[in-house]
């Protein structure tokens, strides 16, 4: 059993309980005290007070209501956002939120109060986290800082006008360093533009003159946005706006806001307003007492500038007048110096780039001035030239000349000269032709003070003379080549005519005598006499051209391999000829005979060129002429060509010899062997056949012919070559009719077809021959005619006996250019023809060649 306490025990645990109760006592009035002062403190705040639990505010001071306007419990319950402008009521919540989450969130920010009225306030929010029991909350505390917010707003105006008054200042400063600079009116309007933007902004800035006699108003510079018709160099007549800024003599501002309220009396902002534009200002640019125009400021901004503002714009204005009217004086001056410079310039310029020479000579004879076209002609430098006598520029052979001359001047002695022949001496130690005009510098008083020369040029003049002179020998040439063609033509006829009866008669009299008689070597020896005559004849006709020939389509090849043993024989056995043909060579069109006279006769060349034992090499290939090549090498023309090259290891030619190569009767042999024609018979042929001709001779290092000739692209059967061989004379029963002016000819010819077997009808005109072909009454197979004949030519005679005897063959014969049946020389393929004077052999085989034709003769 538990002991019972005593009486004292029991006392003493109420004197404990009695001193507990005091204290506890005085513990809640200190409590008391402490929630009355903090509610006194609370309620009696500067600040205002709120509570929030959660979203929901649980306490407001009175001091909060009656900032935000509301009686007293309105608040309580609300969401604390309420108290906020819309515009900071989610930060304020996203805050509140976190701090009663326990996170950090600034204590202390500037918000706007929304009163229950709906209107704002500045203020100052100090927030911090609590604990209502055992649950957060927020306490805030709100200060009206709207006087705070006027000082500091007053203050930063004061100091923002103090900056624009140092801006304005400075910026009025620059813009009278640059009214006062020396810069061009478009750098004036840029840097004025620029600076003025410092203390008026604005959108688009444009400066317009003004022509009052003109009435016209016209846009000098513009920058910023672009308006439609409103660019630099815009004019129009004087309009409302600039009316009214001229008579006002001062700004104007205008704010766009809607255009019934401008467009009537201010039409030409209508455009500016389409472009956005919606605050003007004009200032009028005042110069001499005279409105000279206006600026003009712009801004997209509604209301962006006050009345204010026209002051300041006002004396914008006036120091872009001045700047205006110095630059004009500016470029006024700037003009007259331009114009000097330019004319000082020009006369230099005239002076350095004339196309001929100039210089100046003092009374010395020294060079005083030189221009850049003698310098570049002689290749000095003008200090290389400045103050030296003009005569050691000349070269030595005519400088002692030159000085006595330019003396001679000097003192009044001679007359300036005229066209004056000089050759001046290059630096690099060439000279030069020129000719030298002079004209005498002269004071006032008439005392020669100097010379000034012009030099042109002469190189040109002389080298046209010396193509003059190479052209007018060239011509001579041709001149004299051309002589000696009609030459040859005008014998051909006579000669060739008188050698077929020679050569006639003569076959004639072998036939009748007997081969081992004593007259029958003599007629030989006539025979080849005549046919060494008719051969210098046919050199003659080939070399001028007037040759008549055949051609065929052939391949080269086969034609020089026809030739090769001849050529043997011709050059001898000490002479190795090689022989190399080109593959897949292409055909050329070409009497087959001319390719024959073309390699004997550089053949012959080629034997008396070597001495004793050497090569003589003949080869061909194809080859192809660009136009490139030919631009730069004159000569050939382009196209595909077939190269016959001919080459001797002789004793070559010099330079002098290869200029005179193709001229007739030119020849480096001894007298008596060589006639001369054999190389111009070679160019001849080559040009008759439109080809060229190439060579390339040193002395002692032999000779190189390089003919070419133009391919042939048509399709066409190839003439092959043969060697010839010995044949018996054809002979043929036909009738044969021989129209021939010249008697020998016709009766010889007459002989020799008789002697063939043929029955041959004879008439000595055109007339003759119609009424013989006409009476005689059995068949006439063929016609021989002379091409030439007095009364008409034998091609208009051949067309009327085949009009009555259309069987009737023709075979023409001459001994001159057939020019009657051949286009330049050229037989067509169906037109037969024998070359005067012809041997039996030759008239026994081209008799039978016609007679066996399948087709009539065509003439036409």
Not at 797 to 809: F, G, V
């Amino acid at each position: 059993m538990a002991k019972r306490p005593s009486y004292e025990e029991l006392e003493q645990r109420v004197r404990d309980l009695e001193v507990e109760s005091a204290k506890g006592k005085r513990a809640e009035e200190a409590l008391r005290q402490t929630e009355e002062r903090y509610r006194s403190l609370v309620e009696d705040s500067f600040d205002g007070i709120f509570i929030q639990e959660g979203s929901k505010i649980i306490y407001v001071n009175q001091r909060l209501n009656e900032m935000l306007g509301y009686r007293e419990g309105e608040l309580e319950g609300q969401d604390h956002w309420i108290d906020y402008h819309p515009a900071y009521q989610t930060l304020t919540r996203e805050r509140a939120k976190a701090r009663m989450r326990g996170e950090e969130a600034p204590p202390q920010y500037e918000v706007t109060l929304q009163r229950k009225d709906g209107t704002f306030f500045e203020g100052e929010i100090f927030a911090r986290a609590i604990l209502l029991g055992s649950k957060p909350g927020v306490q805030v505390w709100i200060r009206d800082i709207t006087h705070r917010k006027r000082a500091e707003e007053a203050l930063r105006e004061s100091e923002e006008n103090a900056k624009r008054t140092a801006q304005v200042n400075s910026t009025m400063a620059e813009i009278g360093r640059i009214i006062s600079s020396t810069l061009s009116i478009e750098d004036v309007y840029g840097q004025f533009a620029v600076e003025a933007k410092k203390i008026l902004p604005f959108d688009r800035i444009a400066i317009g003159l003004i022509s009052h006699e003109q009435g016209t108003y016209r846009f000098a510079y513009t920058s910023g946005i672009e308006i439609p018709d409103r660019y630099k160099g815009y004019t129009v007549h004087l309009s409302g706006l600039v009316r009214e800024v001229i008579a006002a003599r001062s700004g104007l501002l205008l704010q766009l806001e809607k255009e019934e309220d401008f467009v009537e009396d201010y039409p030409e902002l209508l455009i500016p307003y389409q472009a956005g534009v919606r605050s003007v200002m004009a200032a009028p640019l005042i110069s001499r007492d005279q409105v000279v125009g206006v600026l003009y400021l712009a801004s997209l901004g509604s209301k962006a500038y006050k009345e204010k503002d026209l002051k300041l714009v006002d004396e914008v204005a006036t120091q872009i007048a001045g700047a205006i009217a110095n630059a004009q004086l500016y470029a006024q001056l700037k003009q007259t110096e331009e114009t000097l410079r330019e004319g000082e310039k020009r006369y230099r310029d005239l002076y350095d780039e004339a196309p001929v020479g100039y210089h100046t000579l003092d009374n010395q004879g020294r060079v005083t001035s030189i221009n850049r076209q003698e310098r570049t002609m002689l290749g000095y430098s003008a200090e290389e030239m400045l103050g030296k006598p003009i005569w050691n520029f000349i070269v030595d052979k005519e400088a002692r000349e030159a000085q006595e001359i330019i003396r001679a001047r000097l003192r009044g002695i001679l007359p300036p000269s005229k066209g004056l022949e000089r050759n001046f001496r290059r630096k690099d130690g060439t000279s030069v032709p020129v000719l030298i005009d002079d004209r005498l510098l002269t004071d006032t008083d008439g005392r020669i003070l100097g010379i000034r020369t012009t030099v042109r040029d002469n190189t040109d003049r002389k080298r046209a003379e010396e193509e003059k002179e190479k052209l007018q020998a060239q011509l001579n040439q041709a001149q004299k080549m051309e002589s000696v063609g009609r030459l040859a033509g005008g014998i051909a006829h006579d000669f060739n005519n008188m050698l077929g009866i020679i050569v006639g008669n003569a076959e004639l009299a072998m036939l009748q005598v007997n081969p081992a008689g004593p007259h029958f070597n003599n007629i030989q020896e006539i025979l080849k006499a005549s046919q060494r005559s008719a051969n210098l004849v046919r050199q003659l006709l080939a070399f001028a051209r007037k040759q008549t020939v055949s051609p065929k389509v052939l391949d080269l090849n086969d034609t020089v391999l026809g030739m090769l043993k001849m050529l043997r024989r011709l050059i001898g056995e000490d002479i190795d000829l090689a022989w190399v043909p080109g593959l897949d060579l292409w055909p050329v069109k070409i009497d087959p005979s001319q390719i024959d006279q073309i390699l004997a006769n550089l053949a012959v060349n080629a034997r008396d060129a070597i001495a004793g034992v050497g090569r003589l090499t003949i080869e061909t290939t194809n080859v192809v002429f660009e136009e490139s090549y030919c631009a730069d090498n004159p000569g050939p023309t382009p196209g595909e060509y077939v190269l016959l090259t001919v080459h001797d290891e002789g004793a070559g030619m010099s330079k002098e010899a290869l200029e005179h190569l193709f001229e007739p009767f030119f020849t480096t042999k001894e007298v008596g062997k060589g006639t001369g024609l054999g190389l111009a018979t070679v160019y001849g042929i080559v040009k008759q056949n439109d080809g060229f001709i190439n060579v390339y001779s040193e002395p002692g290092e032999g000779t190189t012919f390089r003919i070419y000739l133009p391919r042939y692209f048509e399709a066409g059967d190839m003439e092959v070559s043969a060697s010839p061989a010995e044949v018996e004379l054809p002979k043929g029963t036909e009738t044969v009719l021989i129209v021939e002016d010249e008697v020998g000819i016709l009766y010889t010819t007459r002989e020799l077809l008789q002697t063939l077997g043929y029955t041959a009808l004879t008439a000595r005109t055109v007339t003759e021959a119609m009424r013989g072909a006409e009476e005689y009454g059995g068949e006439i197979h063929l016609l021989i005619t002379d091409v030439v004949m007095p009364e008409m030519n034998g091609r208009e005679l051949a067309e009327r006996l085949i009009s009555m005897r259309p069987r009737m063959k023709t075979l023409f014969m001459s001994g001159y250019s057939a020019d009657v049946i051949a286009h330049r020389g050229v037989l067509d393929p169906h037109v037969h023809f024998i070359e005067k004077p012809f041997s039996a052999k030759a008239l026994a085989a081209k008799l039978r060649e016609v007679l066996a034709a399948n087709s009539l003769t065509k003439t036409d």
